[in-house]
């Protein structure tokens, strides 16, 4: 069983998968967002805005999960867990600069 880092550094030869997680993960962090601002959230605390980026890489973990793309991940040997630092490198980015 590959560690995390080693399944991250197999991860990152494959540059169409890697964006596709990048983009949902994009996607989703940014539709929480905005449904905290309609809920009248505009600004999170931090604690607000690490859950919601928790939220979001566990949606896409789940989401991988049920397009069965972790089995396809699996057998190239890379780990399920290995989509979270690509699902948060863009929303954590965002959130550094917009705090």
């Known amino acids: 069983m590959p560690t995390l880092i080693q399944s991250v550094l197999l991860l ?6 890697r964006s596709i997680y990048v983009l949902r993960g994009l996607l ?28 979001a890489a566990t949606v ?18 890379i780990s399920t867990y290995a989509i979270a630092p690509f699902t948060l490198c863009l929303p954590a980015l965002l959130e550094v600069l917009f705090l």
Do not use: Y
């Open 12 to 17: 990152l030869r494959l540059p169409r998968l």
């Open 28 to 55: 989703i962090w940014g539709g929480f967002r905005l449904a905290g601002a309609f809920l009248g959230i505009p600004n999170p605390s931090l604690v607000e805005r690490t859950f919601i980026m928790g939220v």
């Open 60 to 77: 896409v973990i789940l989401d991988a999960r049920r397009r069965e793309e972790d089995v396809f991940l699996g057998n190239l040997g």
